[in-house]
């Protein structure tokens, strides 16, 4: 078993959807947690961080982390064609400037 | 604008020759990077930690006589495939903490094709 599951996806959407983006692990040292979005043939791009448990928003986006469940989520509200990319969740036990433990990334695509 | 940059963006090469990928940080100092490999339509794969001024430490199975990682100043990390074959064809990424923000900021990758 994997220590980060995340569906790979597809996920495909028309625009303007809310889009769920998940992921499970099975370390309960994990303490801070990364959403990045990579375009293809790009560097991944820091999207959400959140540290412990809760929600955190920004713009269309809101990261929950729900550490009793060792469940993640990310929501995209009102989502656009640039959307479009492959979302990785990360996680580091100590701080995100450690080493971070990837999930496999899910591929979204935000049919116009 | 980008804070961690990669040279080269794309190299292609003969089998055997050796590969310089270099990754710098661009407006903060990290004593720490990390090079990751990434196949197509899969995740990242940690390679290794590239320490200042201490060797690196190596991913189980990655070859550290293949991959040499040289961490030269504060800003600049370097990743060298030696002696490439068609197998090391990949995309490779590096990552650098910044600290302040604690958060970790990734390079615009470099793909590698070995002919």
């Known amino acids: 078993q994997k220590e980060v599951e995340q569906d790979p996806g597809p996920l495909s959407v028309p625009e303007g959807a809310i889009v769920s983006l998940n992921c499970t692990y099975s370390n309960s040292a994990f303490q801070y947690f990364m959403w990045y979005r990579q375009y293809s043939r790009k560097g991944p791009e820091l999207l959400m961080y959140t540290y412990s448990s809760g929600n955190k928003e920004d713009g269309r986006f809101t990261a929950q982390v729900d550490k009793s469940s060792k469940y993640i989520s990310l929501f995209i509200r009102d989502s656009q064609p640039s959307d479009s990319a492959t979302y990785l969740c990360a996680m580091s036990e100590t701080n995100a400037g450690n080493m971070l433990t990837f999930g496999g990334g899910t591929r979204l695509m935000v049919k116009p | 604008g980008a804070v961690v940059s990669q040279h080269p963006s794309r190299v292609i090469c003969k089998s055997g020759t050796s590969v310089k990928i270099e990754c710098r940080s661009l407006d903060f100092q990290a004593t720490t990077m990390f090079w990751y490999r990434q196949f197509p339509k899969q995740s990242l794969m940690l390679m290794a930690t590239s320490n200042e001024g201490s060797k690196a430490t190596y991913e189980q199975g990655v070859e550290k006589d293949k991959f040499l990682i040289n961490h030269a100043s504060l800003t600049l990390s370097t990743l060298t495939v030696t002696s490439a074959h068609p197998e090391d064809s990949s995309f490779y990424i590096c990552?650098?903490?910044?600290?302040?923000?604690?958060?970790?900021?990734f390079g615009p990758g470099t793909r590698l094709l070995v002919l």
């Open positions: 990552s650098a903490p910044r600290l302040a923000e604690e958060t970790q900021y």
